[in-house]
């Protein structure tokens, strides 16, 4: 009675990962910058990961 409960790898458990995309930012429109400042939405990577898919 010493040995816990081992987690096996691929029983189940290991979907719960959000549905993600990456898009091309809406408000630097991809080029990172706004306004010749880094685009607060996307940090100046001009991309962001937006979860698609709701069900
Ligand atoms: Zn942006």
Redesign the pocket.
Known sequence: MSTPPAARPGDEGNDNAPQTAENL?R??G?S?T?DGEP?P??K???R?AEIVGDA
């Open positions: 930012c408000r630097c991809g990172g706004v685009c939405e996307c100046g990577t001009g962001i």
